[in-house]
């Protein structure tokens, strides 16, 4: 079994991604790992040379500026490293997510045994979706909770955005993939980075969806679905926290919720008395 994972990054370091961390944890799972490079502003090309690891592939690219609809200037980006994967199993890694050590050999595993049934199509994490500090996971239907992020490399998927596949079973017709857990989850830092980061990343990226920067406040939030995280960082990311994350959370005792998060609290409740996930899933689960 042959395992490639892939991502694309622009500006890694401009924005306060923890983006060596992301690739250096990918390595510890994958064969090869393709970087899809935009052209950039710091030494992001530079640094991800300088891991210098032979399964590393590099393919520097140019983003199209003029393409403002939904984010779909990722989707290519994405795409591009993708359709320069040879292996079996096609691992897309963010570069704001992190695997845990502990969890590589049970990913690498869950691979290994889906390999030879073809209707697991992709391979579905949990979410540790942090938020304002390494101290606080947030949740609610506003935080995906689940998502695939291993497609089989045999069959036509692309992707119209950086969360999901659509599998093109038929030539005119899309679905999403079949898929089984992985039964560990992926570790999302990107709203812990440092707030000035944050809102550097937000001017940049607003233009590719067509959208007006705000500033962002880590405070302005919803409080009540933030819970102490009681899991383990992985280790690689730990001196990242130090020098790029916020450390410490204070929320906004006069903040005032919006529309959404009114319905999302009302979403959670109706959630508990039927026991049941509500949010959209981009995957249908034929094994669990």
């Not at 490293?81 to 992190?98: I, M």
């Not at 595993?109 to 947030?138: I, R, S």
């Given at each position: 079994m ?11 370091t ?10 250096n ?7 090869e790992?393709?970087v899809?490079v935009?052209k950039?502003?710091d ?7 300088a ?12 983003w ?14 994405k795409?591009?490293a ?22 590589a ?5 869950a691979?290994e045994?889906?390999?030879a049934?073809?209707?697991v199509e ?15 996971v ?11 992020r ?35 989850p ?10 000035a ?12 969806w ?11 939030i ?5 819970q ?8 690689i990311v730990q ?7 916020e ?42």
């Amino acid at each position: 079994m042959k395992v490639s994972g892939f991502t694309f990054l622009r500006n890694g370091t401009l924005l306060g991604y923890p983006y060596i961390e992301s690739l250096n944890s990918l390595l510890s799972v994958c064969d090869e790992v393709v970087v899809a490079v935009g052209k950039s502003d710091d030494d992001t090309l530079e640094r991800v040379r300088a891991i210098g690891d032979a399964r590393i592939r590099v393919i520097e690219t140019t983003w199209n500026e003029d393409m403002q609809d939904r984010g779909y200037v990722y989707a290519q980006q994405k795409m591009i490293a993708q359709f320069n994967c040879s292996g079996d199993w096609a691992f897309y890694l963010e570069g704001d997510e992190v695997i845990h050590e502990e969890d590589a050999p049970k990913i690498r595993a869950a691979m290994e045994k889906h390999l030879a049934n073809p209707e697991v199509e992709a391979l579905v994490f949990d979410y540790h979706h942090f938020y304002g500090c390494p101290d606080l996971v947030a949740k609610s239907p506003a935080w995906y909770r689940r998502a695939p992020r291993i497609i089989r490399n045999t069959i036509r998927s692309w992707a119209p955005d950086g969360l999901f596949w659509v599998v093109m079973h038929q030539n005119k017709r899309g679905r999403y993939p079949n898929a089984a857990l992985v039964g560990c989850p992926i570790y999302h830092y990107g709203h812990v980075r440092s707030s000035a980061k944050m809102n550097e990343k937000i001017r940049q990226v607003s233009r590719y969806w067509n959208h007006t920067p705000k500033a962002h406040d880590y405070s302005q939030i919803d409080a009540s679905i933030l819970q102490p995280f009681k899991g383990k960082h992985p280790a690689i990311v730990q001196p990242w926290f130090q020098d790029y994350a916020e450390l410490v959370f204070t929320a906004d005792p006069q903040y005032r919720l919006s529309k959404r998060e009114k319905r999302h609290r009302w979403q959670m409740k109706v959630e508990k008395l039927l026991g049941r996930d509500l949010t959209k899933k981009h995957y249908r689960l034929v094994v669990a």
